[in-house]
């Protein structure tokens, strides 16, 4: 919930400074927001956010 309401925040900030965002960008924010944590099926280590980028960056190179 944490990563989200960072998100939200960010993605207004730029709203407000005039900064386009799109679909797509809201679109992969949250599927970002979604692997977030997934690393830690894997490991519970802090290294657990490289394995959940390298997830998402694979679930993302399918679309």
Known sequence: MRAWLIAKELFQ???K???K???NDLEKTIIA???HDVGMIKTIKKTH??????????F????
Not at 49 to 58: A, D, L, T
Not at 60 to 63: G, H, V
């Open 13 to 15: 900030e730029l709203e």
């Open 17 to 19: 400074n005039s900064v």
């Open 21 to 23: 965002i799109t679909k």
């Open 33 to 35: 927001i979604f692997f």
């Open 49 to 58: 956010g490289i394995i959940s980028r390298e997830m998402c960056e694979s």
């Open 60 to 63: 993302l190179m399918k679309f």
